[in-house]
């Protein structure tokens, strides 16, 4: 891999680090495993990162990494007894520390919305080129408050329907959760009235937020152009065919059609069995096996993200 090394000026212009955060519709379709990936790949391009693990029932960013549980966690930073840059703890690996999650699930505490806004915050102070945000399953109110305020918003769904029908229903929730702030409250209400419809298959035609603002006074005319000025990223993970690989063109008309939405299909990451055999050698994928379709793959998805002017060659 080409040698490359942070240059002065900052991903994020607002001078603090970068902040992209994974999420997904469903467990178990490769958020832990696409952002310790992602992260690393960052590292390897000469960028300091922080993982923060927000996977409240299911924190195991420590295992992906080949890592102890840290001493210190979110718990400490949730109870005050730490700020953020309190619980970063340094890993092995050169450039790159997390932030333990809650790991002591017979403890378990309900992320709020209140935490994610004081969260956003201190995330924003933490000396670093990124931090990377590992989203539990789902789109609770607490991880699209967060979602929505990231700068790189990455979506992870596998090829399998299951996946693919909750990776919809996430887009569904974020598209209302940014309405919910603009539009007028009862055109809002009717919004969600006539979606409850047609999941109960009472109308024949598919729900199309297009048609629906069109049709409708009290939303902003320009609200989805407005959101794809920070598009929603997608990458289908796991995937063992090329019909698998172009899923993400298909995901990204029907956003188109029905949405509105300017989905940014990132690319195809192939299945690997090395990426669950080399958790079990305590090292992670990318550590182990450098020079792999896989590696190459994350290569390009890191380089489509950050500005060509961004990233400097160095020997
Ligand atoms: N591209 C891949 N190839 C092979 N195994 C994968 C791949 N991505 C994820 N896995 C495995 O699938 C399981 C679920 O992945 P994980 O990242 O923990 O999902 P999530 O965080 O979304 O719940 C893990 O055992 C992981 O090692
Ligand atoms: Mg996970």
């Known amino acids: 891999m080409e040698k490359l090394v942070h240059s002065a000026k900052k991903h994020n212009k607002g001078g603090g680090p970068s902040l992209w955060v994974t999420a ?3 467990g178990g379709a490769g ?4 952002t310790s990936s992602l992260a690393i790949t ?3 391009l000469g960028y300091s990162v922080i993982i ?30 730490k700020d953020l840059a309190g619980i970063v703890t340094p890993t092995n690996l050169p450039r790159l520390s997390f932030v333990q999650g809650l790991w002591d699930s017979w403890c378990p505490i309900e992320l709020s919305v209140e935490n994610m806004r004081k969260l956003a915050a201190e995330l924003r102070t933490l000396r670093c080129d990124f931090v990377l945000v590992d989203l539990g399953p789902g789109a609770t109110e607490a991880h699209l408050e967060l979602f929505r ?32 702030d603009s539009a007028r409250p009862e055109a809002f209400e009717d919004l969600l009235k006539t979606l409850r419809e047609h999941r109960h298959r009472r109308h024949k035609k598919p729900f199309s937020f297009r048609g629906h603002l069109r049709e409708h006074e009290g939303f902003q005319i320009d609200h989805f152009e407005a959101l794809s000025r920070s598009p929603v990223r997608l990458v289908i993970n796991a995937c063992r065919s090329q019909v698998n690989a172009e899923l993400g063109y298909s995901m990204k008309s029907v956003c188109s059609k029905y949405y509105d939405l ?14 669950w055999q080399s ?26 993200l950050i500005a060509p002017e961004e990233l400097r060659a160095v020997g």
């Open 149 to 180: 305020g990231a700068d790189e918003k990455i979506l992870v769904s596998t090829p399998e329907p299951t996946s693919i029908e909750k990776t919809y229903r996430f887009l569904e929730a974020y598209i209302c959760s940014t309405l919910r």
């Open 24 to 26: 997904s519709g469903k």
């Open 262 to 275: 300017g989905l940014d299909f990132l690319g195809a990451l192939d299945f690997d069995n090395a990426v």
């Open 31 to 34: 958020k832990t495993f696409v």
């Open 52 to 81: 923060v693990d927000l996977d409240a029932a299911g924190a195991n960013v420590h295992t992906a990494l080949g890592q102890n549980p840290a001493p210190v966690s979110l718990r400490n930073w949730l109870e005050g007894q």
């Open 42 to 44: 960052l590292t390897k």
């Open 279 to 304: 958790v079990k050698n305590k090292e992670q994928v990318l550590i182990a096996q450098p020079f792999t379709p896989l590696a190459g793959q994350f290569l390009a998805v890191c380089k489509h």
